[in-house]
């Protein structure tokens, strides 16, 4: 999300609006005002003479038409008439789409559990209170397409305004929400133009290279933090880590020499995880692997991501932004710590290190040595594919 300073606006006592788009529709006709009480006090006594003794938020709804129909998209005609050259006639009648605008008033006066260093805390109160009012609806309609909300998808802006005690309505700003993903580059592609990345990317599935799965959990659970669902977000890299690491110990089997059926006795016992990462990969690749020293990267882990998601599972708790960004983080810490073992011993696991990070990266991180170059071009000439056990590649 971009900065969320915000501007000061007209003087004298006035309400803060924010007025922006949500990624699903609520149900409600335009006529929506709803008021949310929440708990806490202002600060000082002339907040309270001017906005009443009560914390609020209000929330209105407004249906703005697409140009697009339900079952007749406006674009459909022009990609027949692209692909087939053919006309398919005007666009279908009756069913028109909406999306939703709300806007969130609430009084310009900090509240005494507020942060006063925060610049926008009436847009963090607002988007509380409405990701409360978003959840108390799902329950109410018992409606799972009803979620709450993160700041980065009421992309691209939200526009600020103030209502003074004459009840007028200024414009303030624009305030640019973006998100923090992955940028996205904005020139189009042509296949040709990636097809030795397309080719491996498709290579990779299909022949069922072991890190892929972790890779697949880490951009759900990216994609879930970016979509504002903390909990979902959270155990899904939990699975990203654990699958990493399942995949870590088999590739070191594999590295090892051990035949399928050896590889299958060793990692088909259900390891409890903790034994895996206290016991088993320490002992092949080294390093901290204590999950009580808080500072290192598997501690981190521990502390940010493992113990966070049985806080989920096993009582019910609800996590904020907060957390999924710490287990995003303790998850990255997590991944290069096993990357960077798997580079202190890549004589030992070559195959291991290549499966893991792949060459481009490799080259990227000055890791493709002399030794290294001369293990990917054997790699190259094997018959069977490199992360395979000996016996199944044909080694």
């Known amino acids: 999300m971009g900065s969320t300073d915000q501007p000061a606006g007209p003087p004298g006592p006035k309400i803060d609006t924010f007025v922006c788009r949500i990624p699903f529709g609520l149900g409600f006709t335009d006529s929506l005002t709803y008021r949310i009480d929440l708990p806490g006090n202002y600060i000082g006594s002339a907040a309270a003479e001017h906005f009443g003794p009560n914390l609020y938020v209000n929330i209105h709804a407004f249906n703005a038409p697409l140009t697009d129909d339900m079952f007749w998209p406006a674009n459909m005609p022009l990609a027949v008439q692209h692909f087939y050259d053919e006309d398919i006639g005007p666009t279908a009648e009756g069913h028109p789409l909406h999306e939703q605008w709300i806007s969130l008033e609430t009084p310009d006066a900090l509240a005494s559990h507020e942060n006063p260093s925060d610049s926008a805390f009436a847009f963090h109160r607002c988007l509380g209170a409405l990701n409360i009012f978003l959840q108390a609806l799902a329950l109410a309609r018992d409606d799972d397409r009803l979620r709450p909300v993160s700041a980065r998808e009421l992309r691209p802006i939200v526009i600020i305004g103030a209502l003074t005690t004459d009840r007028q309505w200024h414009l303030i700003s624009e305030m640019l929400m973006l998100p923090d993903g992955k940028e996205q580059p904005h020139e189009q592609l042509t296949v040709e133009m990636h097809e030795e990345r397309l080719k491996a990317a498709l290579f ?110 096993h ?81």
């Open 315 to 395: 009582s019910g708790y609800q996590p904020h932004d907060g957390d999924s960004e710490g287990a995003q983080r303790a998850f990255l810490l997590l991944e290069r710590f096993v990357e960077e073992q798997l580079w202190r011993n890549h004589r030992r696991y070559p195959r291991t290190l290549l499966a893991k990070v792949g060459r481009e990266e490799l080259e990227k991180r000055k890791w493709m040595t002399s030794w290294m170059t001369a293990f990917v071009r054997q790699t190259d000439e094997e018959s069977g594919r490199f992360f395979l056990p000996r016996d199944v590649a044909g080694r």
């Open 204 to 313: 990779s599935l299909l022949t069922g290279q072991p890190f892929i799965p972790s890779r697949q959990w880490r951009a759900r659970a990216e994609r879930r933090r970016y979509e504002g669902d903390a909990a979902d977000s959270v155990i899904s890299f939990q699975i990203a880590a654990e699958t990493l690491l399942y995949a870590t110990w088999r590739m070191l089997l594999v590295d090892a020499g051990l035949a399928e059926v050896e590889i299958a006795e060793q990692t088909g016992m259900d390891l409890p995880f903790k034994s895996l990462l206290v016991r088993e990969l320490p002992s092949k690749l080294g390093g901290s692997w204590d999950v009580t020293r808080l500072a290192s990267p598997v501690g981190i882990y521990w502390t940010d991501l493992y113990k966070r998601r049985n806080q989920i599972l």
